[in-house]
């Protein structure tokens, strides 16, 4: 193996553990830094920026984000609370496909939080053990953003499937990831409801009632605080939600029938604007149609968690993605002939290599754009690799340190939603790996057999 290759596969490597370990923008700061290495010391060539994909996250968190300031995500959360105080007893199903239908609508898993103490209430007055529904619906978060066109990992796939010689579109990505998803909770919420004992059978749950540090089931069923009637909404509110959803669906029925798309000539036939083009413009649109009928605060739309959390995405990716662009541009036939041919041999190892990047930066867009090209250069097929990817994003939620899981743990008044002592024994783990393998599989098959 070449000297220089390995060496600058350490400083991939090295600028990727040293971004995690700084976490948020730092993953992008030392991407640049690692990109520096590559080109000033090493003498490569830069790659190619990220800038489609860093185009489609701040035109996308921009409307998102005004949608939020005026109270549309207010509406979505009591929304998602009334259907699942609907059908109580199977809310280990029920509370996960709300939240996923929610997550994808709006591109960030955000929406859960909110969620949290609503599903623990429910289940705890109905019998169920709390940690079921909590970690089925902390966990589908992972994937939910593949299933999501107006994602950061979306955002990130699109710009690298979306082009020759792939033509994976988005409406063939979401006919991959989405089924696969849906497969993925169905079979984890039927895991996770053989997991632990019942509540009432709980020796530690009947300990914490008799030392009166949780009230019993009766008394919390005379308890209506957390109840989907305390969560309010304004008319401007719901129609911001709803004129963002509009958008999302505008989306991709442009992306299902490219003829409805302005076409123009590109010197070999008339040519409809790609994806990137028409997702920012409508996000844009949509942007000024909240604006006018939710008239939110403007000045206060960069203090939304989710405009926050989309501008530390599009920093990190912007640095991770230039870095591994640089590298694989610069080594793209000796990767081809050798991580190829194992991966070619060992299909699952892309899958494997996904999860890991991604349990490491907890990031779905950072794994999408580190190890993607790599999956698409060494020839597994589109529909292959997008099955996978879907999958292995899951990875995302392997260690106890997200805050979505801190927060279900800490709503969990009864404790059986655990953190763990030793990394892998929290009680998101096994429904984590159930989900990302169920996904895996079933996506890699519909990508295989039809794309």
Known sequence: MDARFVLEALVVLGAIVMGTRAGGVGVGLWGGLGTFVLVFVFGEAPGEPPAAAIAIILAVVTSAAMMQAAGGIDWMVAVAARVIEKHPKQITLIAPLTAFAFSVGAGTSNIIYPLLPVIYDVSYKNGIRPSRPLTVTVVQSGIALAASPVSAAMAAM??????????????QILAITIPACLVGIVVTALVANRMGKELDDDPEVAARIEAGTLVSRQAAAAD?????????????GRNSALAFLFGVLAIVVLGLFPDLRPSFDSGEGAVPIDMTTTIVMVMFVIGVLILLIGRP??????????????????IALFGIAWLTATFISAHEAFIIDTV???????????AVAVFLVAALTTSQSTATRTMVPIGLAVGLAPGVVTGMWAGALGGVYTLPANGTQIAAANFDLTGTTKLGTKLLDHSFFVPMLVLSVTTIVTGALIGGIFF
Not at 224 to 236: H, W
Request: glycine residues 6%; proline residues 4%; aromatic residues 12%.
């Open 158 to 171: 699109l710009t690298l499937t979306d082009v020759e010689p792939y033509n994976l579109g988005l409406t």
């Open 340 to 350: 190829g041919a194992w991966v070619t041999d060992w299909r699952f190892l892309f």
């Open 224 to 236: 209506a605080s957390n109840s989907s009637a305390n969560l309010t909404y304004t008319a401007r």
């Open 297 to 314: 605060d403007v000045k206060s739309v960069p203090d939304m968690s989710v405009f926050k959390a989309g501008m530390i995405s599009a």
